[in-house]
């Protein structure tokens, strides 16, 4: 069975940093991109990054490009996401996704871990 | 980047009708490469459509996916209780990926 757990979220105060890990099992890890993506409270999903197979290619939404590093340690089967200069608009509920072996849609979800960044 | 805006923001409906949901793109949709999710409060989003109009494993035949280019449809053939949730489209077309604002499914 796939499954992906996130942890890792909680308060910080803005500019502080936070790193979140997404652990995945029931599948070839380091087979498949992944992704994060996130949810405002309330708001709709917002992709957030990108990492392929072996972790060489990112991607990252302009909104997060040079404060967030997306990387994976397929030795562990799990994903990260560091978040430095962190701001009260990256308060949300941060998920894991998988890509699809067979195309570019999402197959699986994590759960989901939330952020808050307030003073 | 593709928009995507969909339509109605909430629609109000009782169990066993049918609902139709719209998605419309800023741009072509390369490929029919739309999918569609559903989430209920406190919850991951769930694939449901994917390719435009593949259901996802395990998803009911009374959920269907329509459209090309720039204008998607998901359709909901009899609304069961456990539908009732929000529905959002996104673009696997082009980076970066991206989502509709949703559509809440409400209980009338």
């Known amino acids: 069975e796939v499954q992906l757990v996130e942890s890792g979220g909680g308060l910080v105060q803005p500019g502080g940093s936070l790193r979140l890990s997404c652990a995945a099992s029931g599948f070839t890890f380091s087979s498949y991109w992944m992704h994060w993506v996130r949810q405002a409270p309330g708001k709709g999903l917002v992709w957030v990054s990108r990492?392929?197979?072996?972790?060489?290619?990112?991607l990252y939404a302009d909104s997060v490009k040079g404060r967030f590093t997306i990387s994976r340690d397929n030795a562990k089967n799990t994903l990260y996401l560091q978040m430095n200069s962190l701001r009260a608009e990256d308060t949300a509920v941060y998920y894991c996704a998988r890509r699809s072996d067979y195309g570019g849609w999402f197959d699986y979800w994590g759960q989901g871990t939330l952020v808050t960044v307030s003073s | 980047e593709i928009v995507l805006t969909q339509s109605p923001g909430t629609l109000s409906l009782s169990p066993g009708e049918r609902a139709t949901l719209s998605c419309r793109a800023s741009q072509s949709v390369s490929g029919r490469y739309l999918a569609w999710y559903q989430q209920k409060p406190g919850q991951a989003p769930r694939l449901l459509i994917y390719?435009?109009?593949s259901r996802a494993t395990g998803i009911p035949d009374r959920f269907s996916g329509s459209g090309s280019g720039t204008d998607f449809t998901l359709t909901i053939s009899r609304l069961e209780p456990e539908d009732f949730a929000v529905y959002y489209c996104q673009q696997y077309a082009g980076t970066p990926w991206t989502f509709g604002q949703g559509t809440k499914v409400e209980i009338k």
């Open positions: 990492i392929n197979g072996d972790g060489g290619t990112t």
């Open positions: 390719d435009a109009s």
